[in-house]
Protein backbone atom coordinates (compact mmCIF):
# COMPACT_ATOMS: atom_id res chain seq x y z
CA UNK A 1 0.00 0.00 0.00
CA UNK A 2 1.50 3.27 -1.05
CA UNK A 3 1.58 6.00 1.85
CA UNK A 4 1.31 9.49 0.94
CA UNK A 5 4.29 11.38 2.87
CA UNK A 6 5.25 14.61 4.34
CA UNK A 7 9.27 15.29 4.94
CA UNK A 8 9.51 18.37 6.74
CA UNK A 9 12.95 19.96 7.38
CA UNK A 10 13.97 23.51 8.83
CA UNK A 11 15.16 25.21 5.95
CA UNK A 12 15.94 25.13 2.28
CA UNK A 13 19.71 25.47 2.33
CA UNK A 14 22.07 22.70 1.76
CA UNK A 15 22.51 21.34 4.96
CA UNK A 16 22.72 17.66 6.13
CA UNK A 17 19.21 17.43 7.24
CA UNK A 18 18.09 18.72 4.67
CA UNK A 19 19.88 16.80 1.97
CA UNK A 20 18.78 13.80 3.95
CA UNK A 21 15.47 14.44 3.75
CA UNK A 22 15.30 15.39 0.29
CA UNK A 23 16.65 11.88 -0.71
CA UNK A 24 14.41 10.22 1.36
CA UNK A 25 11.51 11.87 -0.06
CA UNK A 26 13.17 10.94 -3.67
CA UNK A 27 13.24 7.47 -2.43
CA UNK A 28 10.29 7.20 -1.55
CA UNK A 29 8.75 8.36 -4.73
CA UNK A 30 10.68 6.14 -6.56
CA UNK A 31 9.55 3.17 -4.31
CA UNK A 32 5.71 4.55 -5.56
CA UNK A 33 5.01 6.23 -1.94
CA UNK A 34 3.72 9.78 -2.66
CA UNK A 35 6.10 12.01 -1.01
CA UNK A 36 6.10 15.91 -0.33
CA UNK A 37 9.53 17.47 0.96
CA UNK A 38 8.19 20.78 3.55
CA UNK A 39 10.39 23.59 4.12
CA UNK A 40 10.36 27.56 5.22
CA UNK A 41 12.15 29.43 2.29
CA UNK A 42 13.22 32.81 3.35
CA UNK A 43 14.79 33.47 -0.03
CA UNK A 44 11.40 32.53 -2.20
CA UNK A 45 13.94 30.35 -4.17
CA UNK A 46 12.91 26.99 -3.26
CA UNK A 47 15.40 24.22 -2.60
CA UNK A 48 19.09 24.57 -3.07
CA UNK A 49 18.58 21.83 -5.55
CA UNK A 50 15.43 20.68 -7.68
CA UNK A 51 14.43 17.47 -5.82
CA UNK A 52 12.69 14.19 -8.08
CA UNK A 53 9.33 14.65 -5.34
CA UNK A 54 6.86 17.31 -4.52
CA UNK A 55 7.83 20.50 -2.92
CA UNK A 56 6.03 23.18 -1.03
CA UNK A 57 8.07 26.11 0.62
CA UNK A 58 6.46 27.69 2.99
CA UNK A 59 7.07 31.39 3.14
CA UNK A 60 9.25 32.76 5.69
CA UNK A 61 10.56 36.02 7.17
CA UNK A 62 14.10 36.70 8.04
CA UNK A 63 14.85 37.28 12.12
CA UNK A 64 18.28 37.23 13.01
CA UNK A 65 17.36 36.62 16.61
CA UNK A 66 18.01 32.76 16.71
CA UNK A 67 15.19 32.06 19.60
CA UNK A 68 12.85 34.35 18.11
CA UNK A 69 13.66 33.00 14.87
CA UNK A 70 12.82 29.45 15.88
CA UNK A 71 9.77 30.52 17.42
CA UNK A 72 8.55 32.06 13.86
CA UNK A 73 9.39 28.77 11.85
CA UNK A 74 7.56 26.52 14.14
CA UNK A 75 4.57 28.64 13.69
CA UNK A 76 4.89 29.01 10.51
CA UNK A 77 5.04 25.36 9.85
CA UNK A 78 2.41 24.82 11.96
CA UNK A 79 0.26 26.84 10.04
CA UNK A 80 1.15 25.44 6.63
CA UNK A 81 0.45 21.96 7.82
CA UNK A 82 -2.62 23.08 10.02
CA UNK A 83 -5.47 21.55 7.55
CA UNK A 84 -3.87 19.07 5.58
CA UNK A 85 -3.71 15.33 5.09
CA UNK A 86 -1.22 13.22 5.50
CA UNK A 87 -0.65 9.55 6.39
CA UNK A 88 2.50 10.28 7.75
CA UNK A 89 4.37 13.13 8.79
CA UNK A 90 8.24 13.23 9.54
CA UNK A 91 10.45 15.82 11.00
CA UNK A 92 13.88 16.34 10.09
CA UNK A 93 14.98 18.67 12.96
CA UNK A 94 13.45 19.95 16.23
CA UNK A 95 11.84 22.89 14.80
CA UNK A 96 9.61 21.08 12.34
CA UNK A 97 9.22 18.38 15.13
CA UNK A 98 8.01 21.20 17.84
CA UNK A 99 5.51 22.48 14.81
CA UNK A 100 4.33 18.71 14.55
CA UNK A 101 3.90 18.36 18.22
CA UNK A 102 1.96 21.09 18.32
CA UNK A 103 -0.69 19.89 15.53
CA UNK A 104 -0.55 16.77 18.25
CA UNK A 105 -1.75 18.63 20.76
CA UNK A 106 -4.70 20.23 18.71
CA UNK A 107 -5.83 16.94 17.75
CA UNK A 108 -4.99 17.97 14.31
CA UNK A 109 -2.76 14.85 13.68
CA UNK A 110 -2.15 11.66 15.39
CA UNK A 111 1.48 11.00 15.71
CA UNK A 112 4.49 11.87 14.05
CA UNK A 113 7.89 10.66 13.00
CA UNK A 114 11.35 12.41 13.72
CA UNK A 115 14.89 11.76 12.74
CA UNK A 116 17.92 12.75 14.90
CA UNK A 117 20.54 13.63 13.09
CA UNK A 118 22.34 15.44 16.21
CA UNK A 119 21.77 17.34 19.21
CA UNK A 120 23.44 20.59 20.04
CA UNK A 121 23.89 22.00 23.25
CA UNK A 122 22.03 25.15 23.86
CA UNK A 123 22.69 27.86 26.47
CA UNK A 124 19.29 29.68 26.13
CA UNK A 125 16.26 28.00 28.06
CA UNK A 126 14.19 27.51 25.50
CA UNK A 127 16.31 26.28 22.90
CA UNK A 128 16.91 23.92 25.10
CA UNK A 129 13.03 23.02 25.74
CA UNK A 130 12.05 23.20 22.17
CA UNK A 131 15.19 20.56 21.28
CA UNK A 132 13.74 18.41 24.26
CA UNK A 133 10.33 18.61 23.24
CA UNK A 134 11.25 17.56 19.69
CA UNK A 135 12.29 14.58 20.79
CA UNK A 136 10.02 13.61 23.48
CA UNK A 137 6.50 14.26 21.49
CA UNK A 138 7.81 12.29 18.40
CA UNK A 139 5.38 8.81 18.21
CA UNK A 140 8.44 7.47 16.36
CA UNK A 141 12.24 8.23 16.36
CA UNK A 142 14.86 6.97 13.62
CA UNK A 143 18.78 8.27 14.12
CA UNK A 144 21.60 8.20 11.34
CA UNK A 145 24.21 6.00 13.47
CA UNK A 146 24.82 4.06 16.78
CA UNK A 147 26.46 6.53 18.56
CA UNK A 148 22.97 8.94 18.71
CA UNK A 149 21.08 5.67 19.43
CA UNK A 150 22.68 4.92 22.42
CA UNK A 151 22.59 8.81 23.78
CA UNK A 152 18.92 8.36 22.70
CA UNK A 153 18.32 5.52 24.78
CA UNK A 154 20.36 7.07 27.48
CA UNK A 155 19.20 10.08 28.07
CA UNK A 156 15.53 10.48 26.92
CA UNK A 157 14.47 6.43 27.27
CA UNK A 158 13.84 6.27 23.70
CA UNK A 159 14.20 3.68 21.42
CA UNK A 160 15.17 4.77 17.63
CA UNK A 161 16.29 2.55 14.74
CA UNK A 162 19.87 3.56 12.96
CA UNK A 163 18.49 4.23 9.23
CA UNK A 164 21.59 5.54 7.90
CA UNK A 165 22.48 7.20 4.77
CA UNK A 166 23.26 7.07 1.47
CA UNK A 167 24.62 8.60 -1.51
CA UNK A 168 23.59 9.44 -5.08
CA UNK A 169 25.83 7.61 -7.50
CA UNK A 170 24.54 9.37 -10.83
CA UNK A 171 25.32 12.84 -9.33
CA UNK A 172 28.88 11.94 -7.50
CA UNK A 173 31.22 10.10 -10.03
CA UNK A 174 34.96 10.53 -10.69
CA UNK A 175 34.43 11.64 -14.45
CA UNK A 176 34.59 15.38 -14.59
CA UNK A 177 31.46 16.68 -15.62
CA UNK A 178 30.07 20.21 -17.40
CA UNK A 179 30.92 22.41 -13.63
CA UNK A 180 34.45 21.05 -13.73
CA UNK A 181 35.35 22.83 -16.77
CA UNK A 182 34.96 26.71 -15.28
CA UNK A 183 34.61 25.78 -11.09
CA UNK A 184 37.66 27.33 -10.33
CA UNK A 185 37.35 30.36 -12.87
CA UNK A 186 34.12 31.01 -10.98
CA UNK A 187 35.47 30.75 -7.48
CA UNK A 188 38.41 32.52 -8.26
CA UNK A 189 40.50 29.67 -7.21
CA UNK A 190 43.88 29.18 -8.58
CA UNK A 191 44.59 26.83 -11.50
CA UNK A 192 47.85 25.30 -10.73
CA UNK A 193 47.22 24.20 -6.99
CA UNK A 194 46.00 21.04 -5.30
CA UNK A 195 43.39 22.06 -3.15
CA UNK A 196 42.27 21.06 0.46
CA UNK A 197 38.77 21.50 0.83
CA UNK A 198 36.99 21.86 3.70
CA UNK A 199 32.88 21.87 3.25
CA UNK A 200 30.60 23.17 6.27
CA UNK A 201 32.06 26.92 6.43
CA UNK A 202 33.98 28.15 9.44
CA UNK A 203 32.14 26.53 12.56
CA UNK A 204 33.57 24.82 15.34
CA UNK A 205 31.74 22.28 15.13
CA UNK A 206 33.18 21.29 11.41
CA UNK A 207 37.08 22.17 13.44
CA UNK A 208 37.90 24.72 10.99
CA UNK A 209 40.33 26.01 12.97
CA UNK A 210 42.26 22.48 13.30
CA UNK A 211 42.02 22.22 9.49
CA UNK A 212 43.42 25.74 8.66
CA UNK A 213 46.34 24.94 11.06
CA UNK A 214 47.06 21.37 9.75
CA UNK A 215 46.79 23.53 5.92
CA UNK A 216 49.61 26.09 7.30
CA UNK A 217 51.81 23.43 8.43
CA UNK A 218 51.15 21.70 5.32
CA UNK A 219 51.98 24.54 3.00
CA UNK A 220 55.27 25.09 4.71
CA UNK A 221 55.99 21.17 3.07
CA UNK A 222 54.17 21.67 -0.23
CA UNK A 223 53.63 25.07 -1.38
CA UNK A 224 51.15 24.45 -4.07
CA UNK A 225 48.67 23.50 -1.87
CA UNK A 226 45.59 25.67 -1.34
CA UNK A 227 42.47 25.93 1.09
CA UNK A 228 38.53 26.32 -0.02
CA UNK A 229 36.21 26.25 2.62
CA UNK A 230 32.86 25.89 1.15
CA UNK A 231 29.37 26.47 2.54
CA UNK A 232 28.37 27.66 5.96
CA UNK A 233 24.46 28.50 5.42
CA UNK A 234 23.47 27.40 9.10
CA UNK A 235 20.84 28.97 11.32
CA UNK A 236 22.81 29.46 14.71
CA UNK A 237 25.39 32.14 15.12
CA UNK A 238 29.13 31.22 14.54
CA UNK A 239 30.21 34.96 14.42
CA UNK A 240 33.01 34.43 17.83
CA UNK A 241 34.65 31.27 15.95
CA UNK A 242 34.86 32.75 12.83
CA UNK A 243 36.40 35.97 14.32
CA UNK A 244 38.95 33.27 15.54
CA UNK A 245 39.60 31.90 12.18
CA UNK A 246 39.71 35.23 10.51
CA UNK A 247 42.63 36.40 12.79
CA UNK A 248 44.01 33.19 12.96
CA UNK A 249 44.18 33.79 8.93
CA UNK A 250 45.34 37.46 9.28
CA UNK A 251 48.13 37.03 11.26
CA UNK A 252 49.53 33.63 9.30
CA UNK A 253 50.50 36.14 6.10
CA UNK A 254 48.75 33.54 3.86
CA UNK A 255 45.14 34.47 3.35
CA UNK A 256 45.60 34.75 -0.37
CA UNK A 257 46.50 30.73 -0.73
CA UNK A 258 42.71 30.29 1.60
CA UNK A 259 39.00 30.78 -0.35
CA UNK A 260 36.13 31.24 1.85
CA UNK A 261 33.68 30.40 -0.89
CA UNK A 262 30.15 30.92 1.93
CA UNK A 263 27.35 28.65 0.79
CA UNK A 264 28.02 27.48 -2.98
CA UNK A 265 25.14 25.80 -6.20
CA UNK A 266 24.30 22.23 -4.71
CA UNK A 267 25.14 21.66 -8.99
CA UNK A 268 28.66 22.78 -7.91
CA UNK A 269 29.64 20.25 -4.84
CA UNK A 270 30.74 17.31 -7.41
CA UNK A 271 32.82 19.43 -8.97
CA UNK A 272 34.02 20.43 -5.77
CA UNK A 273 35.15 16.80 -4.71
CA UNK A 274 36.36 15.95 -7.70
CA UNK A 275 38.60 19.16 -8.31
CA UNK A 276 40.24 18.49 -4.59
CA UNK A 277 42.81 16.64 -4.13
CA UNK A 278 41.63 15.61 -0.63
CA UNK A 279 38.59 16.37 1.54
CA UNK A 280 39.85 17.46 4.80
CA UNK A 281 36.79 16.69 7.47
CA UNK A 282 37.79 16.69 10.98
CA UNK A 283 34.64 17.38 12.32
CA UNK A 284 33.89 17.19 16.55
CA UNK A 285 30.11 16.57 16.07
CA UNK A 286 28.23 14.70 13.34
CA UNK A 287 24.92 12.36 13.41
CA UNK A 288 26.52 10.83 9.99
CA UNK A 289 28.63 12.48 7.82
CA UNK A 290 27.66 12.34 4.50
CA UNK A 291 30.31 14.78 2.92
CA UNK A 292 33.26 11.97 3.24
CA UNK A 293 30.68 9.71 1.72
CA UNK A 294 29.95 12.03 -1.54
CA UNK A 295 34.01 12.48 -1.77
CA UNK A 296 34.69 9.16 -1.92
CA UNK A 297 31.88 8.28 -4.27
CA UNK A 298 33.78 10.78 -6.46
CA UNK A 299 37.04 8.99 -6.01
CA UNK A 300 38.48 11.68 -3.59
CA UNK A 301 40.50 10.92 -0.26
CA UNK A 302 38.51 11.88 2.79
CA UNK A 303 40.18 12.69 5.98
CA UNK A 304 37.78 12.03 8.84
CA UNK A 305 38.23 11.74 12.46
CA UNK A 306 38.54 8.23 14.14
CA UNK A 307 35.46 8.39 16.78
CA UNK A 308 32.21 7.63 16.33
CA UNK A 309 30.10 7.73 14.03
CA UNK A 310 32.64 7.42 11.36
CA UNK A 311 34.26 4.35 12.84
CA UNK A 312 30.57 2.70 12.51
CA UNK A 313 30.21 2.79 9.09
CA UNK A 314 34.22 3.29 7.55
CA UNK A 315 36.89 0.81 8.18
CA UNK A 316 40.42 1.93 8.33
CA UNK A 317 41.07 1.00 3.96
CA UNK A 318 37.77 3.25 3.51
CA UNK A 319 39.57 6.87 4.68
CA UNK A 320 42.15 8.16 6.37
CA UNK A 321 41.71 8.79 9.66
CA UNK A 322 42.81 12.04 12.48
CA UNK A 323 42.33 12.92 15.77
CA UNK A 324 39.81 15.78 16.03
CA UNK A 325 41.57 17.32 19.44
CA UNK A 326 44.88 16.93 17.52
CA UNK A 327 46.09 18.97 14.20
CA UNK A 328 49.63 17.32 13.95
CA UNK A 329 47.42 13.99 12.68
CA UNK A 330 45.47 15.88 10.62
CA UNK A 331 48.70 17.09 8.90
CA UNK A 332 49.79 13.44 8.69
CA UNK A 333 46.92 12.70 6.85
CA UNK A 334 46.98 15.13 4.62
CA UNK A 335 50.74 14.22 3.14
CA UNK A 336 49.13 10.48 3.14
CA UNK A 337 46.33 11.67 1.01
CA UNK A 338 48.40 13.97 -1.39
CA UNK A 339 50.54 10.97 -2.38
CA UNK A 340 50.64 9.49 -5.78
CA UNK A 341 49.60 5.89 -4.40
CA UNK A 342 47.00 6.83 -2.44
CA UNK A 343 45.57 9.39 -4.68
CA UNK A 344 45.44 6.54 -7.37
CA UNK A 345 43.91 3.84 -4.43
CA UNK A 346 41.09 6.29 -3.80
CA UNK A 347 39.88 6.62 -7.39
CA UNK A 348 39.18 3.06 -7.73
CA UNK A 349 38.15 2.29 -3.99
CA UNK A 350 36.28 5.22 -2.67
CA UNK A 351 33.09 4.55 -5.41
CA UNK A 352 33.28 1.29 -4.07
CA UNK A 353 33.11 2.11 -0.56
CA UNK A 354 29.80 4.31 -1.66
CA UNK A 355 28.07 1.82 -3.10
CA UNK A 356 27.11 0.31 0.23
CA UNK A 357 25.51 3.45 0.76
CA UNK A 358 21.96 3.04 -0.82
CA UNK A 359 18.89 5.63 -0.38
CA UNK A 360 16.52 3.28 -1.49
CA UNK A 361 17.38 0.49 1.52
CA UNK A 362 17.69 3.91 3.38
CA UNK A 363 13.62 4.78 2.47
CA UNK A 364 12.70 0.76 3.41
CA UNK A 365 14.44 1.02 6.67
CA UNK A 366 11.54 3.90 7.54
CA UNK A 367 8.40 1.33 6.52
CA UNK A 368 7.43 -0.30 9.72
CA UNK A 369 7.23 2.40 11.29
CA UNK A 370 5.62 4.59 8.86
CA UNK A 371 3.00 1.81 8.72
CA UNK A 372 2.39 2.08 12.46
CA UNK A 373 2.11 5.86 11.81
CA UNK A 374 -0.66 5.38 8.90
CA UNK A 375 -2.55 2.73 11.25
CA UNK A 376 -2.71 4.92 14.57
CA UNK A 377 -3.80 7.83 11.93
CA UNK A 378 -6.68 5.60 10.44
CA UNK A 379 -7.54 4.44 13.53
CA UNK A 380 -8.05 8.11 15.25
CA UNK A 381 -8.94 10.08 12.14
CA UNK A 382 -7.49 13.77 12.00
CA UNK A 383 -10.20 16.67 12.85
CA UNK A 384 -9.88 17.86 9.21
CA UNK A 385 -9.95 14.65 7.20
CA UNK A 386 -12.55 14.42 4.50
CA UNK A 387 -14.18 11.26 3.41
CA UNK A 388 -14.92 12.72 -0.47
CA UNK A 389 -12.73 11.20 -2.32
CA UNK A 390 -11.52 12.77 -5.63
CA UNK A 391 -11.90 10.13 -9.06
CA UNK A 392 -8.38 8.78 -9.59
CA UNK A 393 -7.28 7.70 -12.75
CA UNK A 394 -3.95 6.12 -14.34
CA UNK A 395 -2.22 7.25 -18.26
CA UNK A 396 0.59 4.91 -19.33
CA UNK A 397 3.13 6.41 -21.85
CA UNK A 398 5.66 4.75 -23.90
CA UNK A 399 8.81 6.99 -23.84
CA UNK A 400 10.95 7.43 -27.30
CA UNK A 401 13.63 5.05 -25.85
CA UNK A 402 10.82 2.22 -25.85
CA UNK A 403 10.41 2.47 -22.16
CA UNK A 404 7.33 2.76 -20.57
CA UNK A 405 5.76 3.70 -17.63
CA UNK A 406 2.59 4.72 -15.32
CA UNK A 407 1.42 7.91 -14.89
CA UNK A 408 -1.01 9.04 -11.78
CA UNK A 409 -3.31 11.79 -11.92
CA UNK A 410 -6.32 12.91 -8.85
CA UNK A 411 -8.77 13.86 -11.81
CA UNK A 412 -10.23 12.46 -15.24
CA UNK A 413 -9.46 15.44 -16.24
CA UNK A 414 -6.51 14.46 -18.00
CA UNK A 415 -9.17 12.86 -21.18
CA UNK A 416 -9.10 16.54 -21.82
CA UNK A 417 -5.56 16.42 -23.29
CA UNK A 418 -4.69 13.10 -24.41
CA UNK A 419 -6.17 10.09 -26.40
CA UNK A 420 -5.17 6.63 -26.33
CA UNK A 421 -2.64 5.24 -29.12
CA UNK A 422 -1.79 8.71 -30.40
CA UNK A 423 1.98 9.99 -30.88
CA UNK A 424 2.92 13.68 -29.40
CA UNK A 425 6.23 15.33 -29.72
CA UNK A 426 8.40 15.45 -26.93
CA UNK A 427 7.92 19.17 -26.13
CA UNK A 428 3.98 19.06 -26.98
CA UNK A 429 3.51 16.27 -24.70
CA UNK A 430 5.45 17.71 -21.97
CA UNK A 431 3.09 20.70 -22.34
CA UNK A 432 -0.14 19.31 -22.26
CA UNK A 433 1.24 17.05 -19.01
CA UNK A 434 2.10 20.29 -17.21
CA UNK A 435 -1.52 22.07 -18.22
CA UNK A 436 -3.17 18.83 -16.86
CA UNK A 437 -1.45 17.81 -14.19
CA UNK A 438 -2.16 21.05 -12.67
CA UNK A 439 -5.33 21.82 -13.78
CA UNK A 440 -5.85 17.96 -11.92
CA UNK A 441 -4.26 19.76 -8.73
CA UNK A 442 -6.16 22.76 -8.51
CA UNK A 443 -9.14 20.99 -8.60
CA UNK A 444 -7.85 18.96 -5.90
CA UNK A 445 -7.37 22.15 -4.18
CA UNK A 446 -11.16 23.63 -4.66
CA UNK A 447 -12.30 20.70 -2.79
CA UNK A 448 -10.29 20.31 -0.43
CA UNK A 449 -8.07 23.70 0.24
CA UNK A 450 -4.56 22.49 -0.80
CA UNK A 451 -2.73 21.41 -3.88
CA UNK A 452 -2.40 16.94 -5.00
CA UNK A 453 1.24 16.86 -3.82
CA UNK A 454 1.44 13.09 -5.57
CA UNK A 455 0.13 15.10 -8.97
CA UNK A 456 2.94 17.71 -8.82
CA UNK A 457 5.28 15.27 -8.05
CA UNK A 458 4.43 12.88 -11.22
CA UNK A 459 4.41 16.36 -13.50
CA UNK A 460 8.16 16.40 -12.05
CA UNK A 461 9.01 13.00 -12.74
CA UNK A 462 7.37 13.43 -16.50
CA UNK A 463 9.55 16.45 -16.79
CA UNK A 464 12.73 14.70 -15.79
CA UNK A 465 11.65 11.63 -18.58
CA UNK A 466 11.47 13.88 -21.24
CA UNK A 467 13.83 16.08 -20.79
CA UNK A 468 16.58 14.03 -22.70
CA UNK A 469 14.88 14.05 -25.58
CA UNK A 470 13.92 17.89 -26.02
CA UNK A 471 16.95 17.78 -28.52
CA UNK A 472 15.46 15.10 -31.00
CA UNK A 473 12.36 16.96 -32.95
CA UNK A 474 11.58 13.67 -34.50
CA UNK A 475 11.48 11.74 -30.72
CA UNK A 476 7.77 11.03 -29.76
CA UNK A 477 5.84 9.75 -26.88
CA UNK A 478 2.96 7.65 -27.21
CA UNK A 479 -0.01 7.58 -25.18
CA UNK A 480 -1.21 3.82 -24.59
CA UNK A 481 -4.02 3.30 -22.50
CA UNK A 482 -6.17 4.85 -19.51
CA UNK A 483 -6.99 3.07 -16.23
CA UNK A 484 -9.76 4.28 -14.53
Not at 281 to 299: I, K, R
Request: hydrophobic residues 40%.
Amino acid sequence: MSLCIGILTHSTNSRGGVVHGMALAEALCQAGHDATLIAPDVTGNGFFRTPRCATRCIPAVPEPDLPTLVERRIGEIRNAIRGQYFDVLHAQDPISANALADLVAERRISGFARTVHHLDYFSHPALAARQERGVRTAAELFTVSAVWENILRDNYGRTAPVIGNGVDPVRFIPEPGRQDETLRARYRLPADRRLILAVGGVERRKNTLHVLDAFLALRREQPDVHLVVVGGASLLDHTAYRTQFDTRLRDSGKAEHVTITGPVSDDDMPAFYRQAAVLAYPSVTEGFGLCPLEALSCGTPAIVPEIAPFTEHFSEMDTLWCHPDSPHTLLSALRDALSPRNRARFRVSGPATARRFDWCRVAERHMPAYRRLATLSQASPPLYRSSVTMPEMIFRVRWPNGQESDCYSPSLVIREYFTPGQDYPVREFLEKADTALTDASERVRARYGFACSRALGQLQAIRQMGEPFLTRPDALVRVLSFKF
